[in-house]
């Protein structure tokens, strides 16, 4: 079952207000019907606390992607972030269960709304390989 959850300036890095249930199409009008600039300009006031930010989550497979709009407009930037769990080597060779996190940025609405089709999908395999190349890309962009 896919949630979601709305994280507003001035929050707690943690907190979150559960949203219920949703899918693809819910979600990416959540997205769109999200007061972006308000809560940046909030955000600019206090200069504290996280980002805004609309998280998509399947709780079954452990996993959420964190959506910020970056500018006010469809067209704009995003930064996003990929919580999965994997599996550390630990001591002696015992495997542990951890919290990973990935954050790109994201040129385009369409490739936000291409990871969150995958996510929505559970095609976590194709979700983690795009993810993972936006995240050389942002590597690549910041050497240059």
């Known amino acids: 079952m ?3 959850a709305i994280q507003k300036t001035g929050y707690d890095y943690h907190r979150t207000d559960p949203q219920g249930e949703t899918n ?5 009008s959540a997205i769109d019907a999200f007061p972006w ?3 940046h300009q909030a955000w600019e006031e206090e200069q ?3 980002l805004p930010a609309l998280v998509l989550q399947n709780e079954a497979d452990q996993r959420a992607l964190w959506v910020t709009a970056l500018g006010t407009d469809r067209a ?4 996003l972030q990929a919580v999965s769990m994997k599996l550390r080597k630990g001591f002696f060779g015992k495997g542990k269960l951890e919290q990973d ?4 940025d994201a040129r385009s609405r369409a490739e936000v709304d291409r990871l969150c089709e995958l996510f929505c999908d ?6 983690d390989r795009e993810v993972a190349q936006l995240a ?9």
């Open 2 to 4: 896919l949630t979601f």
């Open 24 to 28: 693809l199409v819910a979600f990416q």
């Open 37 to 39: 600039a308000e809560q």
């Open 48 to 50: 504290e606390g996280p």
């Open 76 to 79: 704009g930037s995003y930064q």
């Open 101 to 104: 996190a990935t954050v790109v």
């Open 122 to 127: 559970a095609q976590y395999e194709a979700f």
């Open 136 to 144: 050389e890309r942002n590597r690549e962009d910041s050497e240059d």
